[in-house]
């Protein structure tokens, strides 16, 4: 066991966590390559990249399992090169996969991490019992971990990693393999814990950034391409203040489209055959709310039936792939 | 040490949790009980000494003690809990003692069950049971040595067979290093100093010592360095190949 004081932030910064230019290569290729950010106490922070961009190999090198090549990173003022244990004493982490013992159960599981965290006596009860609560481990706690469904093995995963109630959370893929629903609690979970605490999260889906996280890092080819809110990324979407009219017949379908294309707001229109679907997409430098202005005026002056109307805030998916395209080795 | 403890005890519990346990102390059991009774002549010899039973150990130990050891760092590592267990606050050292001791101490109840051979031969006559302790004591040491060796090569990689054949062939030059078998490798080049070096690792003769009762402080040591040695170069490949 580390000594108390030694478990107590080195020095009073308000970044969870400091990378400083982490590099990591496996013979020529080089995996992470001089990633640098700074992250505070109530972020949830994205990774975001395709495959084999480096996320999960820069959350292995934040946890201390693998040792970059150079570079450092910093847990609540502890380096993780240097002072080792007591940055993982504020860690919590869910490797990629959610790896476990398949022999054990839930339930002994938790109580063998409870011990090797230094958690004990009442405390350690009422954390299990917490998480066993917050993550509805409740019926599998007896069954061994080789037998659990996907879902219930990422649960369990995740319940491991939040026991010692850590500062900072580092969770590689946290939602793959669990039903919406399940995705649904989980993402709930995180951002009912992210007041006081650093998340990081890593995924490749798009819709969980939008609905879990204050800042999203773009990462491809190991180097940092993007970083801001997801929102703000959004905007940089070319659908930015896009209009989408949904017709409910296709009678007037070319005649909407090339009135809405000669608006002086509308660049150009896509179409869509299933929902029969035409986007206006806002000509670059106009007035932000000026398509929509200008396509319902339209649509009310000439009458059309339309079944719905909708501004756009821009696609994540759109901008990741303009961003990373290119990238892929 | 409490981490040690918290360590060895889920070690310990997973044996019993699968076959593996139980698979393995009833082979140990069954064939001790052969070696001993029909190979060595346990009745035939008509002595009350239980020679017959302990000169069969370094053998069985050559083909039993890697099949424990060869599970301890490959699994972690094929399953990827390595990655769970090593970003635990938990030092390399404290990892690869808990675990060790965990494996060695499984190898102690399976020896531990074979004391009704040890009364069957007090039921038959006066052996001098502080020679048997010894024995059983020098057993358990080399035993110990095995697993250390198998522990350390086991971090090695990720599959099982290869561990457990790694291990096999490095405990067997270990076990006959006195010998002609592996001596003359090197006799042919080597200094004598070095030939003698490697003739004085053998298992086999540090074994011989004790199992006739004879506890030697040198022999001791022997074992103890085996087993800190291989433990050591053990948290070193952990270091080095964790993550691979």
């Known amino acids: ?329 | 040490m409490s981490m040690i403890a918290s360590l060895f005890k889920r070690e310990l519990q997973s044996y019993f949790a699968t076959p593996v346990a139980y698979v393995f102390i009833v082979i140990f059991l069954v064939l001790m009980g052969t070696f001993t009774f029909y190979l060595g002549g346990f009745y035939e010899r008509g002595q009350a000494d239980l020679n017959a039973f302990f000169n069969y150990h370094p053998w069985l130990y050559l083909f039993l003690v890697p099949a424990i050891a060869m599970r301890l760092w490959a699994e972690e590592r094929k399953t990827g809990s390595i990655e769970l267990l090593m970003t635990l606050p938990i030092t390399p050292w404290q990892a690869v003692l808990g675990k060790y001791l965990a494996a060695w101490a499984f190898t102690g109840i399976a020896l531990i069950l074979t004391l009704p051979i040890w009364i069957t031969v007090n039921y038959l006559g006066n052996p001098d049971n502080g020679a048997i302790l010894a024995a059983y004591f020098g057993s358990f040491l080399m035993a110990g040595g095995f697993l250390a060796i198998g522990s350390c090569l086991s971090a090695t990689t990720k599959n099982q067979v290869i561990a457990f054949v790694l291990t096999v062939v490095v405990c067997f030059g270990f076990l006959l290093s006195g010998f002609p078998l592996v001596l003359d490798l090197f006799s042919a080049w080597a200094p004598q100093t070095i030939v003698d070096g490697i003739a004085s690792l053998s298992f086999l003769t540090h074994f011989a010592n004790i199992s006739k009762g004879v506890i030697d402080f040198r022999d001791l040591v022997y074992f103890a360095l085996v087993i800190a040695t291989f433990l050591f170069a053990n948290t070193i490949v952990l270091q080095w190949k964790q993550a691979d």
Request: hydrophobic share 40%; glycine share 8%; aromatic share 4%.
């Open chain 1, 1 to 329: 066991m580390q000594p108390r004081a030694a478990m107590e932030p080195a020095h009073e910064s308000h970044f969870m966590i400091e990378i400083d230019g982490l590099t990591k290569s496996y013979g020529q290729h080089t995996v992470v390559d001089h990633l640098s950010f700074r992250s505070p106490a109530g972020e949830v922070l994205g990774f975001l990249g395709p495959n084999g961009a480096g996320k999960s190999t820069t959350m292995k090198m934040i946890t201390g399992f693998v040792t970059p090549d150079s570079g450092n990173a910093t847990v609540c003022g502890h380096s993780i090169a240097d002072d080792s244990q007591a940055a993982r004493q504020q860690l919590g982490y869910l490797p990629e996969g959610a790896p476990c013992y398949p022999e054990m159960t839930p339930r002994t599981f938790l109580k063998f991490i409870a011990e090797v965290r230094g958690l004990s006596g009442e405390r350690r009860k009422a954390r299990i019992e917490q998480v066993i609560e917050q993550l509805h481990l409740g019926p599998v706690l007896d069954q061994t971990i080789e037998t659990l469904s996907k879902g219930f093995k990422r649960r369990v995963g995740l319940a491991q990693a939040i026991l010692h109630d850590p500062a900072v959370l580092i969770l590689d893929e946290p939602t793959d393999g669990l039903d919406p629903n399940q995705k649904h609690e989980v993402r709930e979970l995180i951002r009912s814990m992210s007041a006081d605490k650093l998340i990081v999260i890593s995924t490749h889906i798009l819709e969980e950034v939008e609905a879990v996280c204050s800042r999203a890092i773009i990462i491809a080819s190991g180097r940092i391409l993007a970083d801001d809110t997801p929102a703000r990324l959004a905007a940089t979407s070319r659908y930015h203040n896009a209009v989408r009219l949904t017709l409910e017949d296709d009678k007037l379908f070319d005649e909407i489209r090339s009135a809405v294309e000669r608006l002086d707001s509308v660049a150009e229109t896509e179409s869509d055959r299933s929902p029969l679907s035409i986007t206006a997409i806002a000509r670059p430098g106009s007035d932000s709310a000026g398509p929509w202005r200008d396509v319902t005026g339209l649509v009310a002056a000439r009458n059309w039936k339309i079944a719905s109307l909708q501004m756009e805030a821009g696609r994540l998916d759109e901008v990741f792939r303009r961003i990373t395209q290119g990238t892929e080795q």
